[in-house]
């Protein structure tokens, strides 16, 4: 057995496919690849491979690490104005994405009202950050995540201009995501700071935009729409939420806010219309206790489910 074979033995078990082994002489070179590993992953895999590889006749083990670039899509999800639903609508498109197949993460960059943590059920729980980058949280629904709302106290990201509003989302972005391939990212609502470092700093993949059917709501997310869409990020399409009520008693839906006015705003607009989700009393509650209705096999989970299949397709086509 040749010694690049000899190595290669004693390292299968212990690399899983991710070492690359080449000789010269006494000197043993190892290329491993890490993707999708934490940094204490990778220490303590390179220390076992160092070591295993240390075979009578090699005399010097080096290593190399490498990462595939995981080319991550981000979404932005994005309002003209508050309360619209947009913060229910991330959490539960990031659900949607990552129940398809798509290994998601969701950040809550809405220094207004950073609400994912109670949304997620992660409430309280602060990220902890290692060589300098944030560590997402774990949630129950398989989707990590980083909020703004864990990088300060409640109600001061408020008053955050310019380069601290900035740096801190550039932290959210750019943190540990490991294997993520895509970012859903919750933006404050209008067209802030925020929003414009998120496009020319860290150029999001597409836009969605979500509005309540109200002519004013509507007009709002215009404005959103045209920021995005001047500045060449691709608008993946228009959200109608609390598009109907939903009777908790009867089930049956009415139209306090009329029907029919996003659609026809977006079809003005020249962007997709992905759908509407109810204005729904569960929808509320499931939000507020942390259970996400995309999560479950419920009503509310469909319409939620059905805006994720299109956003999906809509990044396995346009997503490069
Ligand atoms: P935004 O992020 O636009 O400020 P939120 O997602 O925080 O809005 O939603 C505002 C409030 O409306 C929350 O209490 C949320 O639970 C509720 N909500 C959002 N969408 C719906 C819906 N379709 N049906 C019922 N309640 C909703």
């Known amino acids: 057995m040749t010694e690049k ?148 106290a409640e109600g001061q990201a408020i008053a955050w201009r310019g380069p601290m509003t900035a740096g801190a989302l550039g932290q959210l972005v750019d943190a540990n995501w490991g294997a993520a391939d895509t970012l859903v990212i919750d933006l404050p609502p209008g067209t802030g700071d925020v929003q414009l470092t998120m496009i020319q700093k860290h150029r999001p993949t597409g836009a969605v935009i979500v509005s309540t059917p109200q002519d004013l709501a509507l007009i709002d997310a215009t404005r959103a729409i045209d920021l995005f869409a001047k500045a060449g990020v691709p608008v993946i399409g228009l959200i109608e939420n609390m598009a109907g009520y939903a009777c908790p008693h009867c089930g049956e839906v009415s139209d306090p806010f009329g029907q029919g006015g996003a659609e026809a705003a977006a079809a003005k607009l020249g962007v997709p219309f992905l759908g509407r989700i109810p204005l729904d009393i569960a929808i509320r509650t499931a939000s507020d206790a942390g259970t996400p209705p995309a999560a479950g096999n419920g009503a509310e989970a469909a319409a939620f489910t059905a805006i994720a299949a299109q956003v999906h397709d809509w990044i396995e086509t346009n997503g490069g």
Do not use: W
């Open 5 to 152: 074979a000899a190595i290669e033995a004693v390292l299968a078990p212990i690399a899983a496919g991710r070492a690359t082994v080449r000789v010269e002489g006494v000197r043993a070179s190892i290329i491993l690849d890490v993707t999708g590993l934490p940094e204490a992953a990778q220490d303590a895999l390179e220390a076992d491979i160092r070591a295993a590889a240390a075979l009578p006749g090699i005399e010097e083990v080096r290593i190399a690490r490498t990462a595939q670039r995981v080319n991550r899509k981000l979404i932005a999800v994005a309002s003209g104005k508050g309360g619209v639903g947009k913060s229910t609508v991330s959490a539960n498109l990031a659900i949607g994405l990552a129940r398809l197949g798509r290994r998601v993460g969701l950040v809550d960059a809405d220094i207004y009202g950073p609400s994912q943590p109670k949304i997620m059920g992660i409430e309280g729980k602060k990220p902890e950050a290692h060589d300098k980058k944030l560590v997402p949280l774990a949630t129950p629904y398989g989707v990590p995540m980083l909020s703004m709302g864990g990088l300060v």
